[in-house]
T-cell receptor, first 110, second 113 residues
Framework: GEDVEQSLFLSVREGDSSVINCTYT??????LYWYKQEPGAGLQLLTY?????DMKQDQRLTVLLNKKDKHLSLRIADTQTGDSAIYFC??????????FGTGTRLTVIP | DADVTQTPRNRITKTGKRIMLECSQT?????MYWYRQDPGLGLRLIYY???????NKGEISDGYSVSRQAQAKFSLSLESAIPNQTALYFC????????????FGEGSRLTVL
């Protein structure tokens, strides 16, 4: 079955870059996603990458995919206090459902 | 107003009680989902529905049931609540075509004593 793993916590200083990592096991994953959960709220889609891509950039966000190692990362440049949240990676294997990782709680220190 | 609305937002109940969590959406999406979130475990899928006549079990359906009353409504029931069902429950929706983009409600926090 699908298994998606992330570190639970990450702390960075405001203005630094944050890198959140994720590993997954299903080699048939077609899309991989990053979701953000702010305190007291549901998850919101941040960005996604198709499995035949290595990198995707969207403003301060850079997604890197190493399909051989089944490793996904999200880099946030110039991290701000408003970026403090829990970040979930998720994989979509097949047509239907997403499988979420455990979530990484990012704390930005002013 | 939120596109995906969950009620109640918070509920405290006792072991053995029946509980229903309700979800309604104004996005016009066919697909609806119930997830539970536990610290350190992420989100796990309980049930999902691709249309009114389609209900499917997720990873952790034991102890739960669902009803899709209409395209816009999907409710989750705990017939006899137990303490390890204490969690944060999320309803989500998606379009058929972009099934990876889920739209979440704000969550229902359930505590079973």
């Amino acid at each position: 079955g699908e298994d998606v793993e992330q570190s639970l916590f990450l702390s960075v200083r405001e203005g630094d870059s944050s890198v959140i990592n994720c590993t997954y096991t299903d080699s048939s994953s077609t899309y991989l996603y990053w979701y953000k959960q702010e305190p007291g709220a549901g998850l919101q889609l941040l960005t996604y990458i198709f499995s035949n891509m290595d990198m995707k950039q969207d403003q301060r966000l850079t997604v890197l995919l190493n399909k051989k190692d089944k490793h996904l990362s999200l880099r946030i440049a110039d991290t701000q206090t408003g970026d403090s949240a829990i970040y979930f990676c998720a994989e979509r294997a097949g047509a239907n459902n997403l499988f979420f990782g455990t979530g990484t709680r990012l704390t930005v220190i002013p | 107003d939120a596109d995906v609305t969950q009620t109640p937002r918070n509920r405290i109940t006792k072991t053995g009680k029946r509980i229903m969590l309700e979800c309604s959406q104004t996005k016009g999406h066919d697909r609806m989902y119930w997830y539970r979130q536990d610290p350190g475990l992420g989100l796990r899928l309980i049930y999902y529905s691709f249309d009114v006549k389609d209900i499917n079990k997720g990873e952790i359906s034991d102890g739960y049931s669902v009803s899709r009353q209409a395209q816009a409504k999907f409710s989750l029931s705990l017939e006899s609540a137990i303490p390890n069902q204490t969690a944060l429950y999320f309803c989500a929706t998606s379009r058929n075509r972009d099934a990876g983009e889920l739209f979440f409600g704000e969550g229902s926090r359930l505590t079973v004593l």
